[in-house]
């Protein structure tokens, strides 16, 4: 976020001080002011000059501050104006915040050696689901199958992947003893799509806590990231709620890359107790 000293006093600034002052431009103080997010405190009826005050830049310092998060100018003004709930612009705020971590996390790993798992508590969205379920006799099957059925949704529907990333679901019988198979496990494949309009068959998945833990290394050496997570929870005394969950952050698509470098987060849903 931009740096801003001021002293509070009843001084006028010109808009080129007041753009100065906040490190934008006069232009995007005008702009700002067209969309009715900014009003200068007195507008000269002869030249047309504006005259900021100290109550005004903290205006301004408000919108950039909502700004820096990505916020839309749009929703900025909603947000001023308290046209929605406030609980609306937060929602999306914590939206990003667990993006942003998830992405610091991924960030991390290219210099994180393989065996290095941090399991953190993460909140898993509503999400409404394509779902096709499979028995995949190895590893290159169960790819191709995913690869397959994201074609044909994408081509079919208005799916919902830039916002929610498509995971894959492993049921109970896909594990023994807590340790995740590789040779003719079942799995259900997840397509985000968008909840206006949906086919009758889709899945709805319920907002809800989980334990993830993004793990850098071939998918054949994935137990370790399951023996991670399954001795975190029962550590501290969670509940598991639902199936195991892959997304495939970085893999086989980037031929920039070795087996050794896959980047998958793995995430089991949980009731805190």
């Not at 969950?245 to 086989?252: H, P």
Request: hydrophobic residues 35%; contains cysteine; charged residues 25%.
């Amino acid at each position: 976020m931009l740096e801003v000293k001021i002293i509070k006093n009843n001084k006028f600034y010109t808009i080129s001080e007041t753009a100065s002052i906040c490190g934008i431009t006069p232009r995007t103080l005008r702009h700002y002011q067209e969309l009715g997010l900014l009003t200068p405190t007195s507008t000269n009826p002869n030249t047309g000059y504006r005259g900021y005050n100290y109550a005004n830049l903290e205006r301004i310092i408000l919108i950039l501050t909502l700004k820096d998060t990505n916020m839309p100018l749009k929703d900025i003004k909603n947000y001023l104006e308290r046209k929605k709930d406030v609980k609306h612009f937060l929602d999306n705020l914590y939206k990003q915040k667990a993006a942003l971590e998830t992405s610091i996390n991924i960030i991390k790993l290219y210099d994180a050696k393989n065996d290095v798992l941090n399991p953190k508590i993460i909140e898993l969205p509503e999400s409404l689901c394509l779902t096709k379920h499979i028995i995949a006799t190895d590893i290159i099957e169960a790819a191709k199958s995913c690869h397959e059925f994201i074609y044909e949704s994408l081509k079919s529907y208005k799916c919902d992947i830039r916002k929610q990333h498509s995971f894959v679901e492993y049921p109970t019988e896909a594990f023994i003893n807590n340790e995740v198979t590789l040779t003719n496990f079942p799995m259900i494949i997840c397509i985000p799509i968008d909840k206006n309009n949906p086919p009758k068959e889709a899945v709805v998945y319920n907002k809800c806590e989980a334990v993830s833990v993004c793990y850098k290394g071939e998918y054949s050496k994935i137990g370790i990231a399951y023996k991670a997570l399954f001795k975190y929870i029962k550590d501290h005394g969670f509940t598991r709620i639902g199936n195991p969950r892959e997304i495939y952050i970085e893999g086989e698509d980037n031929i920039n890359i070795s087996e050794n470098q896959y980047v998958t987060q793995v995430i089991i849903p949980i009731k805190n107790l």
